[in-house]
């Protein structure tokens, strides 16, 4: 028998009713689930995951039966009250954790079929961008992004020099490259975290609160410049934070509650 759910999903979209244009007209629909994989171009597949986790002698569900797929060239946002779930999905995603249940599949690679070595080869290609910046405090920017380079081990040595000063140049710090963390502010450490994810030339940037340290004008800054990326530099991101501004730079925004999508919203 088919197995068919019924999935909220919101649309946004600009409509012409009458010969005007009305933009961010917002559409709630239920969309029927029949379990069908359309083929696209998908970068991450989750499927039926699970993640339970014991707290005191008690299980704790931080996922359940979650699907999602995630196409190239998407910058998703995930959002939801701590403890949803957001964290726990990038970390399965990243291959930093594993699901209790389910499937995780990453650039067509199945996480869970994968030893140690091709996981941490991974890893290797996906960008990591943290809320608290993550940054070698007596490093440069120069350095920082440098040290990308050199655990990632596959950009030939005498290419380093000037794929370091194009990413640094790219989030616009080329004036300030010689300067350590202390020396920057938050919005400027920021922009070396995302400089430093981008070195690697990753086709997908995981992002956890990116902007959980930044005051709203900086935030939506950094925010801009990740979409940027997308558009530009053809990565995909998957982003988990709490801060409203990032639904209008999402081209897909995913609601989550107790472990569960609870809306997504298409924005293109």
Known sequence: M????LLPMVIVADYRFDGKLVRNVKLTCMIADYGLRIMRDIVIDVAGVERTFTLNGREVKALQ???MQIERGSMVVLMGPSGSGKTT???LVGGLDQPTRGTV???GQRLDTLNGQALAALRRRIGFIFQSFALMPTASAYENV???LRLSGELPRKEWDGRIRRCIAAVGLTTWIDHRPYELSGGQQQRVAIARALA???RLILADEPTGDLDSKTGEQILGLLRSLVRHEAVTILMATHDPAAADFA???YHLRDGTIAERVMQG
């Open 251 to 253: 081209t897909d925004l």
């Open 105 to 107: 599949t990453v650039e």
């Open 200 to 202: 690697i030339r990753p």
């Open 89 to 91: 999905l990038l970390n």
């Open 65 to 67: 039966n979650l699907d």
């Open 146 to 148: 440098e040290l990308a």
């Open 2 to 5: 088919l197995s068919v759910r």
